[in-house]
């Protein structure tokens, strides 16, 4: 069974920075693609960034602050997340998916980010 292991989840201040990192059990390369998500309060959980198949995607609303990033060495996919604003509180989820043999996610147990103003 894969295992996800998010860490670097925090309290800070408005504009200050924040990495987490999400360590895996297994090889990333064996991913087709590896995720950020979050909940914030009284929101559904939502992408905020992934790597995967030569790509990086963002939300809108984390471009030009967050950079996810992924160390093949190390198993790991890591979200620098710079001029934090309070609206960024929430649970930070690592997710990972393929396609083969079948279609499977993994989720990991969540980190939360407080961003006080």
């Known amino acids: 069974q894969v295992q996800l292991v998010e860490s670097g989840g925090g309290l800070v201040q408005a504009g200050g920075s924040l990495r987490l990192s999400c360590s895996a059990s297994?090889?990333?390369?064996?991913?087709?693609?590896v995720g950020w998500y979050r909940q914030t309060p009284g929101n559904q959980r939502e992408l905020v960034a992934s790597?995967?198949?030569?790509?990086?995607k963002y939300a809108d609303f984390v471009k030009g602050r967050f950079t996810i990033s992924r160390d093949d060495a190390k198993n790991t996919v890591d979200l620098q997340m710079n001029s934090l604003k309070p609206e960024d509180t929430g649970v930070y989820y690592c997710?990972?998916?393929?396609?083969?043999?079948?279609?499977?996610?993994?989720w990991g147990q969540g980190t939360q980010v407080t961003v006080s103003s």
């Open positions: 790597t995967g198949e030569g790509m990086r």
């Open positions: 997710r990972a998916e393929r396609v083969s043999p079948y279609y499977q996610t993994y």
């Open positions: 297994e090889a990333v390369i064996n991913f087709n693609n």
